[in-house]
């Protein structure tokens, strides 16, 4: 082989690996940090719990039937808030396109996924380094959660409602 073609393949194997290594920060800048997400003004953002914990206040009917119909978060920093379930799928985690955003260090960026599943719904955890807690059992492949089970994401706990 000549000397340039030497050269040539040095510098393209030093480029290849200065790839890896710019591909192996973003991944983890993304994960670490998330993504940017426009701050509601402060009014806003005080009345948004508010008005979500207003109909936790009325009475649920214990004999209705079928899969829940709420999330409703009972401890973390969005304590109070509930989510009414209208698709048959909620993902959980930082990242702003997360159904359920919950910005705390130990949650991943694409932390937990909740699905509808044949009339019960499942939690699926996306590969989180903490995992997810399901009664205080770490989840390894989705598994049914029953109604007022907690769920603990990070800092975050939850339970499914009717």
Do not use: C
Not at 13 to 36: C, E, H, P, Q
Not at 62 to 75: E, M, N
Not at 97 to 122: E, F, K, N, P, Q
Request: glycine content about 8%; aromatic content about 6%; cysteine-free.
């Amino acid at each position: 082989m000549s000397e340039l073609t030497l050269l040539l393949l040095r510098i393209g194997f030093l480029i290849l690996m200065w790839a890896f290594v710019f591909a192996i920060v973003y991944a983890l800048r993304s994960d670490l940090f998330g993504t940017k997400v426009r701050r509601l003004p402060a009014a806003a953002s005080a009345a948004a719990p508010v008005a979500a914990a207003a109909p936790a206040a009325a009475p649920v009917s214990v004999s209705s039937s079928g899969p829940a119909r709420r999330l409703v978060i009972t401890s973390g920093a969005k304590e109070g808030l509930e989510l009414p379930l209208e698709s048959d799928q909620l993902t959980i985690g930082r990242s702003a396109d997360s159904g359920l955003v919950i910005r705390d260090d130990y949650t991943s960026t694409h932390h937990a996924r909740l699905m509808l599943w044949d009339g019960t719904w499942m939690i699926q955890d996306l590969d989180s380094t903490n995992g997810t807690l399901l009664s205080g059992k770490k989840v390894g492949a989705p598994t049914a959660v029953p109604l007022n089970t907690p769920v603990s994401i990070g800092t975050t706990t939850f339970e499914l409602r009717r």
